[in-house]
Structure formats: structure tokens, C-alpha cells
């Protein structure tokens, strides 16, 4: 059974940093593209970055985030720098089993529940 758990979520003010963490279980995680969406209230969930064998994000976030993976660990990460109040969202984390680059959510075919990311102004 595949699983992934997010964690590092929480409230911080504009001009700071957070870093999000996901743990996958249950799959051959070297053969995945591992990917973060965000889900702000009242809107679509939309793509934030990508990783596989390279790196690829959103405009809205690119020069801020950084996406990273530890394959020896079996988990992914964004490092989120100068957050701004528009980056408030619910993060997760999903796997797309080896694929190139990935920026629908239809693609992905895991999911995690999701961290809570609050930026006050």
C-alpha cells in the first residue's frame, strides 16, 4: 500500500521560510516523479514543482522554492523562501510512476492528505 505523509506545515510571516517534508511507503520511490501542489481555499489545486531527473517548477514560485529528493530516504522536499501571502495553500505531495515532466494533477498517481501552509502578512 502506497503512502505519503507530509509534514512541516505551519504559520509563518511574509519574508520567511518553511521547508515541507514527504515520507513515501509502499513504492520503488528511484521510479517515481515526485511533485508538490497547492490548493488554496476557493481555488484548483495547481502545480508547484517537480522533480525526477531534474528539477521544474511553477513561474509563481520559481527563484523561491526549491524542490529536492533524497532517494535513500525515500522522500521529497520544498524548501519555500520568501513566502509571500499568496503562497497560503494546503501542499501535497504526489508520485507519478516514471514519467518526464509532470504539471497536471491527472498525471500523478498518488496523493497525500496534505500540510497546511499559512503566510501572514
Known amino acids: 500500500q502506497v503512502q505519503l505523509v507530509e509534514s512541516g506545515g505551519g504559520l509563518v510571516q511574509a519574508g520567511g521560510s518553511l521547508r515541507l517534508s514527504c515520507a513515501a511507503s509502499g513504492l520503488t520511490f528511484g521510479r517515481y516523479t515526485m511533485g508538490w501542489f497547492r490548493q488554496a481555499p476557493g481555488k484548483e489545486r495547481e502545480f508547484v514543482a517537480g522533480i525526477n531527473w531534474s528539477t521544474y517548477y511553477a513561474d509563481s514560485v520559481k527563484g523561491r522554492f526549491t524542490i529536492s529528493r533524497d532517494n535513500a530516504k525515500n522522500s521529497v522536499y520544498l524548501q519555500m523562501n520568501s513566502l509571500k501571502p499568496e503562497d497560503t495553500a494546503v501542499y501535497y505531495c504526489?508520485?507519478?510512476?516514471?514519467?518526464?515532466?509532470?504539471?497536471?494533477?491527472?498525471?500523478?498517481?498518488?496523493w497525500g492528505q496534505g500540510t497546511q501552509v499559512t503566510v501572514s502578512s
Open positions: 504526489a508520485a507519478e510512476f516514471y514519467s518526464g515532466n509532470s504539471y497536471r494533477q491527472e498525471e500523478y498517481d498518488y
